[in-house]
């Protein structure tokens, strides 16, 4: 009954890891698969730039010859060396209740990170905070959002159980619709659409939005560089994120605003689409791409995924504009709902809107951390 680690070395053993998560939650009434077509992109090294940087190792568990469990291991370089740290990151862990083979898992990746000179290991955690990060500690009755961490109760145990204690939590927030917003938003909204050094922009159309994509995702290098786990996207990075989220976005619910010819805010929102990915089974088939595609047009809920605005623009109630002009669309389109993304618990200013528009906290995800040299 040993637990047995390997390292992945061909595509065969990249498959067990990428489909083993579809065995272990086939019971899992809230479960979300991934995109299958995205999870082979995301974790071949030649298709995914964030490889180039990081140092990685992706291992399965057997028992008896059976795959039982799977973990990666990063160490994001160029995180490490812009803040002058020596971090190692756990993610993609999956495995049933199963305490021997969780302790398997973990220790490969925690003696893998000592060998390369870590002081410390976060995690869950990706190549950056655009992964899903977290274990999900409140919430498991409600549906999931794509790119959110969807694991089971007892994973959090096993974690724990390894000697991992808190490093921070994010937070999803669900704003009603059909609520009127306070006043005194309908002013800062008043003022700033007043202004006539700033343009807000909006679309019909994806190609009239393409040509903005690239400028938007350079921005948020720039609004999200003090944002825990943040690791800025270079160019190519930027593309591989356009041409992924492209398809699945409606113009109708992107928004931007330009200063002097450039790009100073933006938000984005998604509908939700969640039901129809897990009809799909997570297969991009012609059904499957018609349950998603369903999905997106019967929902009443939108996802709110991405949001900055320039350090030097910030206090000016351009998120404010940009937010309001989405709700509108939203209500238009016969959404009663928003889901706010991942917010980080020490993110007061967003932490201060959420309160003021009376959206409520309903899922609570953690990182945790380890100490690698007092073990």
């Known amino acids: 009954m040993t637990v047995v680690i390997k390292a992945i070395t061909d595509k065969s053993d990249l498959r067990k890891f990428i489909y083993l998560p579809a065995e272990i939650h086939k019971?899992?009434?809230?479960?979300?698969?991934?995109?299958?077509?995205?999870?082979?992109?995301?974790?071949?090294?030649?298709?995914?730039?964030?490889?180039?940087?990081?140092?990685?190792?992706?291992?399965?568990?057997?028992?008896?010859?059976?795959?039982?469990?799977?973990?990666?291991?990063?160490?994001?370089?160029?995180?490490?060396?812009?803040?002058?740290?020596?971090?190692?990151?756990?993610?993609?862990?999956?495995?049933?209740?199963?305490?021997?083979?969780?302790?398997?898992?973990?220790?490969?990746?925690?003696?893998?990170?000592?060998?390369?000179?870590?002081?410390?290991?976060?995690?869950?955690y990706g190549f950056s905070d655009k992964d899903p990060q977290g274990l999900l500690?409140?919430?498991?009755?409600?549906?999931?959002?794509?790119?959110?961490?969807?694991?089971?109760?007892?994973?959090?145990?096993?974690?724990?159980?390894?000697?991992?204690?808190?490093?921070?939590?994010?937070?999803?927030?669900?704003?009603?619709?059909?609520?009127?917003?306070?006043?005194?938003?309908?002013?800062?909204?008043?003022?700033?659409n007043s202004n006539s050094e700033y343009k807000l922009l909006e679309f019909t159309r994806k190609r009239d939005l393409k040509p903005y994509i690239l400028p938007i995702l350079q921005l948020l290098n720039e609004s999200y560089a003090h944002i825990y786990g943040f690791s800025p996207l270079e160019e190519q990075e930027m593309k591989d994120f356009a041409k992924r989220y492209m398809p699945v976005l409606d113009p109708r619910f992107v928004k931007a605003i330009i200063h002097a010819g450039q790009v100073v805010a933006f938000i984005i929102g998604l509908p939700n689409m969640s039901p129809g990915i897990q009809r799909s089974k997570g297969r991009l088939t012609p059904l499957g791409l018609f349950y998603i595609w369903l999905s997106s047009k019967s929902t009443k809920q939108l996802d709110l995924m991405l949001g900055g605005v320039k350090p030097d623009?910030?206090?000016?109630?351009?998120?404010?504009?940009?937010?309001?002009?989405?709700?509108?669309?939203?209500?238009?389109?016969?959404?009663?709902?928003?889901?706010?993304?991942?917010?980080?618990?020490?993110?007061?200013?967003?932490?201060?809107?959420?309160?003021?528009?009376?959206?409520?906290?309903?899922?609570?995800?953690?990182?945790?951390?380890?100490?690698?040299?007092?073990?």
């Open 137 to 192: 500690i409140e919430g498991f009755e409600f549906t999931p959002l794509i790119s959110a961490p969807c694991n089971q109760k007892f994973l959090v145990g096993l974690v724990e159980d390894e000697g991992y204690e808190k490093e921070v939590d994010c937070l999803m927030f669900r704003a009603d619709l059909t609520k009127q917003v306070p006043e005194f938003y309908n002013k800062i909204f008043n003022r700033v």
């Open 27 to 124: 019971d899992h009434k809230n479960w979300l698969p991934p995109i299958y077509l995205d999870e082979w992109e995301f974790f071949t090294p030649s298709k995914n730039k964030s490889f180039s940087y990081c140092d990685t190792v992706l291992a399965l568990a057997y028992r008896e010859g059976k795959v039982v469990g799977r973990i990666m291991g990063i160490i994001n370089r160029k995180y490490n060396d812009l803040r002058n740290e020596k971090h190692a990151r756990f993610g993609y862990l999956e495995c049933w209740d199963d305490p021997e083979v969780s302790h398997a898992l973990l220790n490969y990746v925690e003696d893998w990170a000592r060998v390369k000179g870590m002081h410390r290991i976060i995690g869950p």
């Open 313 to 375: 623009h910030q206090g000016r109630g351009l998120e404010v504009l940009m937010g309001l002009k989405l709700f509108d669309s939203a209500k238009q389109a016969q959404y009663t709902s928003v889901e706010v993304h991942l917010v980080l618990e020490t993110n007061a200013p967003m932490l201060a809107q959420m309160s003021k528009l009376g959206a409520l906290p309903h899922k609570r995800f953690r990182v945790f951390q380890k100490n690698l040299r007092d073990n």
